[in-house]
C-alpha cells in the first residue's frame, strides 16, 4: 500500500481470527501509550495468544461483530496500519473505527458471514473496489457491504487530510 | 411521517427538507470539540499539510482533561505545546488543566444546545445528547478535517425509542437503568442507529440523570443518544448561554426502527462484571466480591448530586481499612458546589481521597490506576480489560452510591442498606 497516492485495490494475506466485541483499548492499551513503539506493539491485540510473536507484516484480520467498539483513539487503527495489517474484515465495526479508518486510508470492510468463512491461517483476498472477499485456502467467496461513493473517494484519496489538502490547493 | 430528533438536525445541518435513515450527507457542525488525547495530533495533522486555520474559533472546545495535572514530564510538555496551538489557531474556548472532564465542561458552559449537531474527538461526546443535541465521537484526522472546514460526512441512522414508563425505585439510579439496558439488550443494540429516551421515566429524571444516561448510550454503540429538550433542560442552559434555546423533540409521527418498553419501577442496583460492560449482574445476586479501590468519578457519574448522595451514605462512617476510596469531581463548578454543600467535608471525614477534576484513572491514563490482581468498582462506564491500569486488575461499575456503600464494606454492597 501507498499511502501517499492511496491503496492498492486488491490486498492478500494470512488471517487471524478475532472474536466479537474486540474494542480500541485492546489495539492501543492505555498504560501503553507513553512507552516506545518497539515495546508498544507488544501490546496490539495482545488479547490474542501467539499474534504478538506471530504477527508478520500484510498478515489480515477477520473479525466478528463491533470490532473497533468503545474509546474514539485514532491510535486504534492507527497502529494496526503501523503494524502493516493489511486489512480488516468484520461482521460488524465500532462506528468511530469505521469512520477513523476511512479517514486514514486504512483499508476495512463490512462482511456478513465472514467470520465462519474462514479459519485461523487461511489465506484472504480482499478486492476493496469490487467489496468482494475471497478464502483462497478453500476456494469461497463472500461480498461485503460496498462503501458509499464519496468514502472511496477519500480512501482512494490517500485518506481526508489529503484530500483536504487537495481541495485546499484547487480553490487557490 | 414526521422525523425522528437525529433526522431533524442532520435535515437542518446539510440544507435539506427531510432526510431518511441511509441517506448520506455532508453536514455542518455547530461545534467541534477535543481534548489533550487527540487535539496535538488533530494540530500535528493540519500542520502537516500546511492548513494551520479554523473555520470559526467561536464553534470550536478544546479541554485539558484526560493527563490532569501533567503525569509526567513528556505529558507536561504536551500541554505546554497544546495552550501554544490553540493560541496560534485563534480558538476562543479552551478549558485548561483543572477546570474539569470535557462532558461535564461542556454542558456546564452553555456549548451544546438542542437540536445542535456536535462532533468530539471522545467516543463520550454522546453525553450531549441529554440536552437534545445531536453529538457523537470521532477520531483525530476527523477533528482536524472538521476543525478546518465545519463540515463532516453522516450516513442518517435510523433510530431505537426506550419508553422508560413507571419510577425508578429508591436507591435505584439512572446508572443502574443503563445498566440493566445493556445487560438486556447488550454493546451492539445501537451500533450505527440512534437512540431516544422518552417516557415518564424520562420526563422525571435530571439533567444529571440524563447525562448519565447519554454518556453510556456509547457503551449500547450508539450514534446520538437523545432526550427530548423539555422545560428542565431550558431551565438548566438558560443562565449558561446567550444563544436562543427552545424545547426540541421529534415529530409525533416519526418512524422508529424499534420501540422498547422498559418497566423501570422493576429495576434493582445493578453491576457490570469483568471485562463488558453489558457482562450485567443486579448487586443482589453477585456473591462475596472484595475490592481493593473504590472509584467515584469520570464524566458518567461524578457531578454535583452525585457527590451529594454518595457523601448521605458516608456520613459518619469510614472507608474499609484495605480500601481506597478515590473521589474526582467532574469540574472546578462541581468541586466548588461540593464544598459549598459540604458534601466534600462528609466524604474526607470517611476517608476519601479527593483529586484535580479530570478523567483519572477510568482510561488508565492518570491518579489511581490498579495494580496486577486487583479489583476495583467504579462508577465509570467502561471495564474493558486494562482499561483502569493493568491487564491483569479487574473493574466493576456500578452507581456512585453503589461504590460509596462498597468502599464501607471493602466488598461490593447492595447501596439501599445504607439509606
Given at each position: 500500500m501507498d499511502g501517499k497516492s492511496g491503496m492498492s485495490l486488491v490486498i492478500k494475506g494470512k488471517v487471524w481470527k478475532f472474536g466479537d466485541d474486540i474494542n480500541t483499548d485492546y489495539m492501543a492499551p492505555g498504560f501503553a501509550k507513553s512507552q516506545p513503539w518497539e515495546l508498544a506493539r507488544?501490546?496490539?491485540?495482545?488479547?490474542?495468544?501467539g499474534f504478538t510473536e506471530g504477527f508478520a507484516a500484510g498478515d489480515v484480520i477477520v473479525a466478528g461483530e463491533?470490532?473497533?467498539?468503545?474509546?474514539?483513539?485514532?491510535a486504534a487503527p492507527a497502529n494496526l496500519k503501523r503494524l502493516q495489517v493489511g486489512c480488516v474484515v468484520a461482521e460488524s465495526f465500532g462506528r468511530i473505527f469505521l469512520r477513523s479508518s476511512v479517514a486514514i486510508a486504512f483499508p476495512v470492510l463490512i462482511c456478513r458471514g465472514v467470520s465462519r468463512a474462514f479459519e485461523e491461517g487461511d489465506e484472504l483476498e480482499l478486492n476493496y473496489e469490487a467489496s468482494l472477499v475471497r478464502n483462497l485456502t478453500r476456494g469461497t467467496e463472500l461480498n461485503g457491504t460496498p462503501l458509499p461513493a464519496e468514502l472511496v473517494r477519500i480512501v482512494a484519496a490517500g485518506g481526508m487530510m489529503q484530500l483536504l489538502k487537495q481541495e485546499a490547493g484547487a480553490a487557490r | 411521517m414526521g422525523m425522528t430528533m437525529a433526522e431533524k438536525v442532520l435535515a437542518r445541518a446539510a440544507a435539506r427538507q427531510r432526510v431518511s435513515p441511509g441517506d448520506f450527507v455532508t453536514a455542518h457542525v455547530d461545534l467541534v470539540m477535543s481534548n489533550d488525547a487527540q487535539f496535538p495530533g488533530s494540530y500535528k495533522a493540519l500542520d502537516d499539510i500546511g492548513l494551520k486555520r479554523v473555520f470559526d474559533p467561536e464553534k470550536i472546545v478544546v479541554v485539558i482533561d484526560h493527563w490532569v495535572p501533567a503525569t509526567s514530564p513528556a505529558i507536561a510538555e504536551m500541554h505546554t505545546l497544546m495552550r501554544q496551538q490553540v493560541k496560534e489557531l485563534g480558538i476562543r474556548h479552551f478549558y485548561d488543566v483543572g477546570v474539569g472532564i470535557e462532558h461535564n465542561v461542556v454542558p456546564e458552559k452553555g456549548h451544546a444546545l438542542p437540536g445542535d449537531l456536535i462532533v468530539g474527538s471522545d467516543s463520550h461526546s454522546t453525553t450531549y445528547g441529554a440536552l437534545g443535541a445531536a453529538s457523537t465521537g470521532i477520531g483525530l484526522t476527523e477533528t482536524a478535517y472538521a476543525m478546518v472546514t465545519g463540515q463532516l460526512w453522516f450516513q442518517v441512522p435510523p433510530t431505537i425509542r426506550f419508553e422508560l414508563e413507571g419510577t425508578l425505585a429508591r436507591g435505584v439510579t439512572p446508572k443502574d437503568l443503563m445498566l440493566a439496558l445493556l445487560g438486556r439488550f447488550?454493546?451492539?443494540?445501537a451500533q450505527y442507529k440512534a437512540v431516544e429516551f422518552a417516557g415518564p421515566a424520562a420526563d422525571s429524571m435530571s439533567i444529571e440523570g440524563r447525562l448519565t444516561m447519554s454518556n453510556i448510550g456509547s457503551e449500547m454503540g450508539a450514534k446520538f443518544a437523545f432526550f427530548a429538550a423539555d422545560a428542565k433542560t431550558l431551565a438548566y442552559l438558560r443562565p449558561r448561554t446567550d444563544r436562543p434555546v427552545q424545547v426540541f423533540g421529534p415529530d409525533a409521527d416519526a418512524g422508529y426502527e424499534a420501540v422498547h418498553r422498559i418497566d423501570c419501577s422493576a429495576i434493582e442496583p445493578q453491576v457490570a462484571l469483568p471485562?463488558?460492560?453489558?457482562?450485567v449482574k443486579p448487586?443482589?445476586?453477585?456473591g462475596e466480591i472484595w475490592i481493593q479501590q473504590a472509584f467515584v468519578g469520570s464524566c458518567t457519574n461524578a457531578r454535583a448530586g452525585d457527590l451529594e448522595r454518595v457523601a448521605a451514605i458516608l456520613k459518619g462512617r469510614k472507608v474499609a481499612p484495605g480500601t481506597r476510596l478515590l473521589v474526582i469531581p467532574a469540574s472546578h463548578e462541581v468541586m466548588v458546589e461540593a464544598t459549598r454543600n459540604g458534601s466534600l467535608a462528609v466524604l474526607v471525614e470517611a476517608g476519601a481521597m479527593i483529586a484535580t477534576p479530570?478523567?483519572?484513572p477510568c482510561g488508565g491514563g492518570s491518579t489511581g490506576v490498579l495494580g496486577p490482581g486487583e479489583n476495583g468498582i467504579a462508577s465509570t462506564n467502561r471495564n474493558f480489560k486494562g482499561r483502569m491500569g493493568s491487564a491483569e486488575s479487574f473493574v466493576y461499575l456500578a452507581s456512585p452510591e453503589t461504590v460509596a456503600a462498597s468502599a464501607i464494606e471493602g466488598r461490593i454492597t447492595d447501596p439501599r442498606k445504607y439509606m
Amino acid at each position: 500500500m501507498d499511502g501517499k497516492s492511496g491503496m492498492s485495490l486488491v490486498i492478500k494475506g494470512k488471517v487471524w481470527k478475532f472474536g466479537d466485541d474486540i474494542n480500541t483499548d485492546y489495539m492501543a492499551p492505555g498504560f501503553a501509550k507513553s512507552q516506545p513503539w518497539e515495546l508498544a506493539r507488544k501490546s496490539i491485540l495482545h488479547i490474542h495468544p501467539g499474534f504478538t510473536e506471530g504477527f508478520a507484516a500484510g498478515d489480515v484480520i477477520v473479525a466478528g461483530e463491533n470490532f473497533g467498539c468503545g474509546s474514539s483513539r485514532e491510535a486504534a487503527p492507527a497502529n494496526l496500519k503501523r503494524l502493516q495489517v493489511g486489512c480488516v474484515v468484520a461482521e460488524s465495526f465500532g462506528r468511530i473505527f469505521l469512520r477513523s479508518s476511512v479517514a486514514i486510508a486504512f483499508p476495512v470492510l463490512i462482511c456478513r458471514g465472514v467470520s465462519r468463512a474462514f479459519e485461523e491461517g487461511d489465506e484472504l483476498e480482499l478486492n476493496y473496489e469490487a467489496s468482494l472477499v475471497r478464502n483462497l485456502t478453500r476456494g469461497t467467496e463472500l461480498n461485503g457491504t460496498p462503501l458509499p461513493a464519496e468514502l472511496v473517494r477519500i480512501v482512494a484519496a490517500g485518506g481526508m487530510m489529503q484530500l483536504l489538502k487537495q481541495e485546499a490547493g484547487a480553490a487557490r | 411521517m414526521g422525523m425522528t430528533m437525529a433526522e431533524k438536525v442532520l435535515a437542518r445541518a446539510a440544507a435539506r427538507q427531510r432526510v431518511s435513515p441511509g441517506d448520506f450527507v455532508t453536514a455542518h457542525v455547530d461545534l467541534v470539540m477535543s481534548n489533550d488525547a487527540q487535539f496535538p495530533g488533530s494540530y500535528k495533522a493540519l500542520d502537516d499539510i500546511g492548513l494551520k486555520r479554523v473555520f470559526d474559533p467561536e464553534k470550536i472546545v478544546v479541554v485539558i482533561d484526560h493527563w490532569v495535572p501533567a503525569t509526567s514530564p513528556a505529558i507536561a510538555e504536551m500541554h505546554t505545546l497544546m495552550r501554544q496551538q490553540v493560541k496560534e489557531l485563534g480558538i476562543r474556548h479552551f478549558y485548561d488543566v483543572g477546570v474539569g472532564i470535557e462532558h461535564n465542561v461542556v454542558p456546564e458552559k452553555g456549548h451544546a444546545l438542542p437540536g445542535d449537531l456536535i462532533v468530539g474527538s471522545d467516543s463520550h461526546s454522546t453525553t450531549y445528547g441529554a440536552l437534545g443535541a445531536a453529538s457523537t465521537g470521532i477520531g483525530l484526522t476527523e477533528t482536524a478535517y472538521a476543525m478546518v472546514t465545519g463540515q463532516l460526512w453522516f450516513q442518517v441512522p435510523p433510530t431505537i425509542r426506550f419508553e422508560l414508563e413507571g419510577t425508578l425505585a429508591r436507591g435505584v439510579t439512572p446508572k443502574d437503568l443503563m445498566l440493566a439496558l445493556l445487560g438486556r439488550f447488550g454493546t451492539q443494540v445501537a451500533q450505527y442507529k440512534a437512540v431516544e429516551f422518552a417516557g415518564p421515566a424520562a420526563d422525571s429524571m435530571s439533567i444529571e440523570g440524563r447525562l448519565t444516561m447519554s454518556n453510556i448510550g456509547s457503551e449500547m454503540g450508539a450514534k446520538f443518544a437523545f432526550f427530548a429538550a423539555d422545560a428542565k433542560t431550558l431551565a438548566y442552559l438558560r443562565p449558561r448561554t446567550d444563544r436562543p434555546v427552545q424545547v426540541f423533540g421529534p415529530d409525533a409521527d416519526a418512524g422508529y426502527e424499534a420501540v422498547h418498553r422498559i418497566d423501570c419501577s422493576a429495576i434493582e442496583p445493578q453491576v457490570a462484571l469483568p471485562h463488558q460492560p453489558d457482562n450485567v449482574k443486579p448487586v443482589s445476586e453477585l456473591g462475596e466480591i472484595w475490592i481493593q479501590q473504590a472509584f467515584v468519578g469520570s464524566c458518567t457519574n461524578a457531578r454535583a448530586g452525585d457527590l451529594e448522595r454518595v457523601a448521605a451514605i458516608l456520613k459518619g462512617r469510614k472507608v474499609a481499612p484495605g480500601t481506597r476510596l478515590l473521589v474526582i469531581p467532574a469540574s472546578h463548578e462541581v468541586m466548588v458546589e461540593a464544598t459549598r454543600n459540604g458534601s466534600l467535608a462528609v466524604l474526607v471525614e470517611a476517608g476519601a481521597m479527593i483529586a484535580t477534576p479530570g478523567c483519572g484513572p477510568c482510561g488508565g491514563g492518570s491518579t489511581g490506576v490498579l495494580g496486577p490482581g486487583e479489583n476495583g468498582i467504579a462508577s465509570t462506564n467502561r471495564n474493558f480489560k486494562g482499561r483502569m491500569g493493568s491487564a491483569e486488575s479487574f473493574v466493576y461499575l456500578a452507581s456512585p452510591e453503589t461504590v460509596a456503600a462498597s468502599a464501607i464494606e471493602g466488598r461490593i454492597t447492595d447501596p439501599r442498606k445504607y439509606m
